[in-house]
């Protein structure tokens, strides 16, 4: 059915909300249909907006009496009574119809409300209608009713102006759109006029998930936990305000200082995520308060395993306050935390540190209380004094230390951590109370047992090495290395004395004798001292050659360089009768001096694992690597930033042009001289190498504090007089490195000395190789092969595989393959195999008595020969093996076997626990050679090079070599640096940080980075705490700002920076009469003069003396 036109022009406009209450009577006031449930309905039916619009009755017929009504006077006349009970109620009712209609208008579709809309318009129209004259009906009241009139209206329509979806703005949802419940990845998106459920894929969204796909933090719909449970505090203070069932979703971020406050402070646990202003927990006191762990509710907070991680440890030490392992765990987690808030550009400050150490501190403090046992407390004691003393003032840490002074007597690492602080603490380091510090310490453990027990001499071993070391730095250097000689003349050349002579009196006799001690020429020794009855010449005099003057105007610049000048001649103790002892009498070491200091292993001691630590650590005291590293102590003092030798570093940046040069042909450079200064297990084919790979003493021969003649005449003695045959393969390689050419006279002597050491004609050889004299090499190994008793077992194994390494070197790999084939359980002069010979066979039968005699060693609990059967296995796989994956040319072998050999043999050390030994440790440099043999052959990936690299480097993360090779491998032409992201994640961490890997870090920077980011390395390095006391790390950077234009200002700041943290050092002190003597005035000299006479450092000439002495020879030039 359709309308005229003159109906249609009659018609009244139908509104579009269900209100279709008639106006005669009151036009001003329209009133709307309100979607109220009635209160006495007992069936739910909720009629649609349509369906409301309709139950209210026809309208007239001719619409003449029918008006638009108007939305914006809803306001009730004054003349109509409003009772303040029902305006409340109306009001709550309002909006909660409001809501209700909003929520069903979001839920329609657009489409669908539209052609709802017509429907409704055309029903309607068509309807019969009542006469205008009609009284309008009443509304009815009544409880059967579902629906009452609304006297107010729906504040949307003023707002809006109707329901019309495309005039409305669209609703903004929380989380941009994620479905609650979801991972982050269903979302719902507007479709034209529709709401449509889609899956955000990679890509997809905003530019973080660009950036990280479904890592993306966005993702997260919160990260406040969910709580699982009740809170028992509400905010109205009762419980039972809460509904057991509820589970209450969080407010955005954004809106956080509007949630609820019911759930407390200590419920959520304590987060030490922020570093600016950290209060004391109240959490991590001894007694347990507040409501029990039953009442805490779980946090679910799975993105950020650190907090979770936090969350856990701290409710531990809230239950379990005595669980000493948890505080410690919790005290060592804050530098995770502490770390998590840093990058690899941007370190935290000093406040952040700060803050994060007196956290530390509080935690150390109560997990101290709650200690149940001595050890527990003692272990937690260690750790707190030495983090206290980051937030102590200097005088409250020194009476804090001596109220704990009684626990250091049982407790060896609490003393440590004592002298650490008495020498680094600028405002009370004294040279003669840290040194009383020390001989007390030696006293003591020498009266505990009278040394019988391993543990009682590998602690006085130590602190005679803290000591001597801290005498040295500190001037006194004579006295150091008298008692380094007294030591060791006692221990190793002691004669047989009749009953009733004191052994100290014997010796005093043979020191104050003034005959040939140890290390000078010609020495005999105490043993001889004796036999002869003290019959002994004593040496010549030593005659010094007068000062020349110097060319300067200034007294204090002339007295820095003449005191050089002397501390340099004062290497070694003089004699009485040497020149200059009247003027110096501290050069004489008299016995008086040394007889505190001396102590005597016992012979059932000596001749095992402790003799290796004591020459260990006479080998750290003279700036030298290890050469057993056996003991844990030498191991320590090996990597303590006390007793480091002083590693020389040349950060000296290269030019742009130089750099461009140089990106993608590191592999083909020779090695850096300095890339040998680090910690790497000692092995022959680091002894005796030559330009081209590592050597083991790098550059630290160059930079001895002690005489090096004196050191090589003292490790000669002590082989061929004291018969220590273990120092021999050490002892040359020394002699190798120092002076290549030398080489051959000391070994020919050493090997008259011990012709049955197969390791000493596997070291010559080597030497000569290296030296170019491969003739003379080839005739070395084939007079020990041809021995049975030198080519037998893993002795012949080795011997024929560093010869086959000789012949790949000279580009011949069937003869190496010969070589290493030859190795036979019978040897003889015809073991030599002719290249004709090697077939599948013999290589197939050589590989498996490889394999066999490794595993059999292993069961023999044979580490030693286990491992050369190993790297002869690898060696043989590399040169033999077929079906490479990797790029492989005739000049190269198969390095896909070699390290998948590696990898079988690294497995079967794991299974026995023999993985990260220092066995393993040379296996592993030796695989890594053989890497770097392959990458100057021909092609090869860098990934894949990094990758083997990477492994090795999971196992010994402070190796130089594995670190260097894995800068080599680095191209220089990314823009991300893989090698310091490498150090950063891995090695400069704290339980692996050490000064060799900063020194190291330092020259990365030197080689890829600038001025700036060198700067920035030393910076990092100085703040760590296994570096910020070492004098080599503060040499170097003085010289190196002052060396450097842009950082010349800034040298003066770090040199007393230096003196601050190293007070016991005379060298960190003469820094500025040497480096820094052009930039600093005469009165700040004086001042650093005023320093070193204060804190009892070593003078040779007095400055007032000299300044005085000085002005006369001024007054009586022309």
């Not at 018609?11 to 109220?36: E, N």
């Not at 109509?80 to 305006?87: E, F, H, L």
């Not at 010609?522 to 005099?541: D, H, M, N, R, T």
């Given at each position: 059915m359709t309308s005229s036109p003159s109906e249609e022009k009659t018609?009244?406009?139908?509104?579009?909300?269900?209100?279709?209450?008639?106006?005669?009577?009151?036009?001003?006031?329209?009133?709307?249909?309100?979607?109220?449930?009635?209160?006495?309905?007992?069936?739910?039916?909720?009629?649609?907006?349509?369906?409301?619009?309709?139950?209210?009755?026809?309208?007239?017929?001719?619409?003449?009496?029918?008006?638009?009504?108007?939305?914006?006077?809803?306001?009730?006349?004054?003349?109509?009574?409003?009772?303040?009970?029902?305006?409340?109620q109306g009001d709550k009712d309002t909006s909660r119809d409001s809501r209700r209609v909003e929520k069903h208008h979001r839920s329609q579709s657009h489409r669908q409300h539209e052609s709802s809309r017509r429907h409704h318009h055309h029903h309607h129209h068509h309807q019969p209608r009542k006469s205008p004259d009609a009284p309008p009906a009443a509304p009815e009241r009544d409880s059967d009713k579902l629906f009452f009139i609304d006297t107010k209206g729906d504040r949307l329509i003023s707002k809006y102006g109707g329901l019309d979806r495309a005039h409305i703005p669209s609703y903004v949802r929380h989380g941009g759109g994620k479905v609650l419940g979801s991972a982050g990845r269903l979302i719902i998106h507007r479709d034209g006029a529709r709401d449509s459920f889609s899956l955000r894929f990679h890509g997809d969204g905003s530019a973080a998930l660009h950036r990280d796909g479904l890592r993306s933090k966005s993702l997260r719909i919160a990260r406040e936990p969910v709580r699982v449970r009740a809170s028992s505090k509400t905010a109205g203070g009762d419980a039972a305000d809460c509904g057991d069932g509820f589970i209450a979703i969080r407010k955005a971020k954004k809106r956080k200082r509007e949630t609820s406050q019911g759930s407390s402070d200590d419920e959520r646990g304590p987060s030490y995520r922020s570093i600016e202003g950290k209060a004391k927990v109240a959490s991590f006191?001894?007694?347990?308060?507040?409501?029990?762990?039953?009442?805490?509710?779980?946090?679910?907070?799975?993105?950020?395993p650190l907090r979770w991680k936090s969350v856990q440890l701290s409710r531990r030490v809230k239950d379990h306050p005595e669980d000493v392992t948890a505080w410690l765990e919790l005290v060592d987690h804050q530098d995770d935390l502490q770390r998590a808030g840093e990058s690899i550009d941007q370190r935290s400050n000093a406040d952040a540190m700060h803050s994060f150490s007196e956290i530390k501190l509080s935690m150390l403090e109560s997990a101290v209380r709650n200690a149940a046992t001595a050890e527990e407390k003692a272990a937690v004691l260690v750790r707190l004094m030495r983090e206290g003393p980051k937030t102590w003032p200097s005088k409250v840490a020194a009476k804090r230390w001596d109220l704990v002074a009684h626990e250091e007597t049982n407790n060896f690492e609490l003393w440590r951590a004592h002298v650490d602080f008495a020498m680094s603490n600028v405002a009370e380091m004294q040279f003669d109370s840290t040194k009383k510090m020390f001989l007390a310490r030696l006293r003591s453990i020498v009266a505990r047992s009278g040394l019988q027990e391993r543990i009682d001499c590998s602690e006085a071993i130590y602190v005679l090495l803290r000591a001597t070391r801290f005498m040295h730095d500190a001037g006194y250097k004579e006295l150091a290395v008298a008692a380094w000689q007294a030591v060791l003349e006692m221990n190793f050349f002691s004669p047989h004395l009749q009953e009733g002579?004191?052994?100290?009196?014997?010796?005093?006799?043979?020191?104050?004798?003034?005959?040939?001690?140890?290390?000078?020429?010609?020495?005999?020794?105490?043993?001889?001292?004796?036999?002869?009855?003290?019959?002994?010449?004593?040496?010549?005099?030593?005659?010094?050659?007068?000062?020349e003057g110097f060319s300067t105007s200034d007294a204090y610049k002339a007295w820095g360089q003449s005191e050089c000048c002397q501390s340099n001649k004062a290497k070694m103790p003089a004699r009485t009768m040497d020149d200059g002892t009247e003027e110096d009498p501290f050069r004489v070491v008299i016995f008086s001096d040394l007889e505190p200091w001396l102590f005597t292993i016992p012979t059932a001691l000596l001749n095992g694992t402790t003799r290796k630590a004591l020459l260990d650590a006479f080998l750290i005291f003279c700036g030298l690597p290890t050469a057993f590293a056996t003991s844990t102590w030498t191991q320590l003092a090996a990597h303590d930033q006390f007793t480091v030798r002083n590693i020389k570093i040349d950060a000296t940046i290269p030019t742009p042009s130089q750099s461009a040069g140089e990106a993608g042909t590191e592999h083909r450079k020779p090695l850096d001289p300095g890339a040998s200064d680090g910690p790497m297990a000692m092995s022959v084919p680091l002894l005796f190498s030559d330009q081209r790979w590592f050597k083991y003493f790098g550059?630290?021969?160059e930079n001895l504090p002690v005489d090096f003649g004196w050191l090589l005449t003292t490790l000669k003695q002590l082989i061929h007089g004291a018969g220590i045959d273990e120092l021999a393969l050490y002892y040359l390689g020394l002699v190798f490195a120092k002076e290549p050419s030398d080489v051959r006279k000391v070994a020919k002597a050493l090997l008259k000395k011990y012709p049955s050491t197969p390791h000493l004609y596997d070291a010559y050889a080597l030497a000569e190789n290296s030296n170019g004299n491969f003739g003379t090499a080839t005739i070395v190994l084939s007079a020990a092969v041809a021995s049975p008793q030198l080519c037998s077992g893993a002795n012949g194994v080795q011997l024929c595989r560093s010869w086959s390494w000789m012949e790949f070197e000279h580009q011949d790999k069937t003869k190496a393959v010969a070589r290493l084939c030859s190795v036979s359980e019978t040897?003889?002069?015809?073991?030599?195999?002719?290249?004709a010979d090697v077939s599948s066979t013999t290589i197939l039968k050589a590989r498996n008595r490889l394999?066999?005699?490794?595993?059999?060693?292993?069961?023999?609990?044979?580490?030693e020969d286990a491992l050369i059967y190993a790297e002869s296995w690898v060696w043989l796989a590399y040169l033999t093996d077929e079906g490479a994956t990797e790029p492989m040319s005739a000049a190269q072998g198969n390095i896909t076997s070699a390290i998948a050999t590696a990898k079988t043999v690294t497995s079967e050390l794991s299974l026995r626990r023999l993985a990260g030994s220092l066995g393993h440790e040379r296996f592993l440099q030796w695989v890594a050679q053989i890497l770097h043999m392959h990458t100057t052959r021909g092609a090869f990936r860098r990934a894949y090079i990094r990758e083997q690299l990477v492994a090795f480097l999971q196992w010994f993360p402070q190796n130089a070599m594995f670190l260097t090779l894995l800068e080599r491998a680095d191209s220089s032409l990314r823009v991300i640096d893989e090698t310091r992201q490498f150090l950063y994640d891995k090695t400069l961490v704290k339980s692996h940080d050490c000064v060799s890997s900063r020194n190291f870090s330092i020259r990365h920077e030197s080689h890829r980075g600038n001025v700036n980011t060198v700067a920035s390395a030393y910076e990092h390095a100085l703040s760590a705490d296994a570096c910020k006391f070492?004098?080599?790390?503060?040499?170097?950077?003085?010289?190196?700002?002052?060396?450097?234009?842009?950082?010349?200002?800034?040298?003066?700041?770090?040199?007393?920076?230096?003196?601050?943290?190293?007070?016991?050092?005379?060298?960190v002190m003469m820094e500025a009469f040497q480096t820094l003597i052009h930039d600093m005035k005469s009165d700040e000299l004086r001042s650093v003069y005023n320093t070193i006479t204060s804190k009892g450092l070593r003078v040779h000439v007095d400055l007032d003396d000299y300044v005085e002495h000085w002005q006369k020879g001024q007054a009586q030039r022309p």
């Open positions: 018609k009244p406009a139908v509104p579009r909300f269900g209100s279709f209450k008639q106006t005669a009577s009151k036009p001003d006031t329209p009133k709307f249909t309100s979607f109220k449930e009635a209160a006495s309905t007992d069936t739910d039916v909720r009629p649609s907006v349509h369906e409301s619009a309709s139950s209210q009755g026809p309208a007239t017929k001719d619409g003449a009496g029918l008006a638009v009504p108007k939305f914006a006077s809803s306001r009730i006349p004054k003349s109509v009574p409003a009772d303040d009970s029902n305006s409340r006191q001894d007694e347990s308060e507040g409501s029990s762990s039953e009442d805490e509710a779980v946090a679910l907070d799975s993105d950020d002579i004191d052994p100290l009196s014997s010796f005093q006799d043979f020191w104050e004798s003034e005959a040939a001690r140890l290390g000078d020429p010609g020495a005999q020794g105490w043993k001889q001292f004796v036999a002869s009855s003290g019959q002994v010449e004593a040496l010549e005099p030593q005659v010094t050659h007068p000062q550059s630290s021969i040897p003889s002069k015809d073991t030599e195999l002719s290249v394999s066999s005699n490794f595993h059999q060693s292993l069961y023999e609990d044979n580490l070492n004098l080599g790390l503060w040499l170097s950077y003085v010289r190196f700002c002052y060396r450097n234009r842009s950082l010349r200002p800034k040298a003066k700041e770090v040199f007393y920076r230096a003196l601050r943290h190293c007070p016991w050092s005379k060298e």
